[in-house]
């Protein structure tokens, strides 16, 4: 296939070319609902347009071959950074770097970052207290030994977290932040377990287990 200049939109660039039922099973961890158009995967306002063979200047030459998977809106523009997000994800997932406006980064070097629980209505004291030890001058607050934990209000709503919606009063976010990924995958599922949640990454991609939050192999 000849390589082609890209049009604008936040996209991930892989060091393989990625098939469509690999890339759709990435895609439904941020969006469920996802689906197949021919070799383009559509999910909420966005198409995830099939790889197509880079020229390495797109990554300031990290990588000599890369396929492009860029995402694209559909329609209003994607609430929520939802298509950076998407891009930043399939990237960290399929090994690869995500470029936005321009700018090339790779996903699995962020840091001060970690995975969030979402749950349909705001946990009291009382419900963490199992797990999570209130700050006094912050009722946002807790800790777990040196993991930090805030409750924010959820505006938004995250396809990947769809299925408590219909449960939702106060659809809330307890984000996690800590230095060992591992620690907080595991801490952020016991949470989820006792509080009727789900468990996102910082690109709002459902993770299923600890080991999610790390960079692949």
């Known amino acids: 296939m000849a390589k082609r200049r890209l049009r604008t939109g936040p996209t991930a660039v892989l060091p393989a070319k990625v098939q469509p039922a690999e890339l759709l099973r990435v895609v439904r961890l941020a969006d469920p ?51 950076r997000f998407l891009a930043e994800g399939i990237a960290f997932r399929l090994k690869g770097l995500a470029v936005c406006r ?29 797990l999570l030890e209130p700050q006094e001058d912050d009722e946002f607050t807790f800790t777990a030994g040196e993991i930090r934990a805030v409750l924010v209000p959820q505006k938004g709503q995250p396809p990947a977290v769809g299925e408590l919606l219909p449960f939702a009063t106060e659809l809330t976010a307890i984000e996690l932040r ?13 949470l989820a377990d006792q509080l009727n949640g789900l468990v996102v990454d910082r690109w709002r991609f459902r993770v299923d287990a600890a080991e999610d939050l790390l960079p692949p192999e």
């Not at 300031?60 to 929520?80: I, Q, T």
């Not at 629980?117 to 207290?129: D, G, N, T």
């Open 33 to 83: 609902a996802a689906r197949l158009d021919g070799d383009d995967v559509v999910a909420t306002d966005v198409r995830v347009c099939a790889p197509v063979e880079a020229e390495p200047g797109l990554t300031g030459g990290v990588l000599e071959k890369s396929w492009a998977v860029r995402v694209a809106g559909e329609g209003p523009l994607p609430l929520d950074f939802f298509d």
């Open 102 to 130: 321009g700018e090339v980064s790779d996903p699995a070097d962020e840091e001060d970052t970690g995975p969030a629980v979402i749950v349909p209505v705001r946990p009291s004291a009382e419900e963490l207290a199992p």
């Open 178 to 190: 800590g230095d060992e990924p591992a620690k907080l995958g595991a801490l952020a599922l016991e």
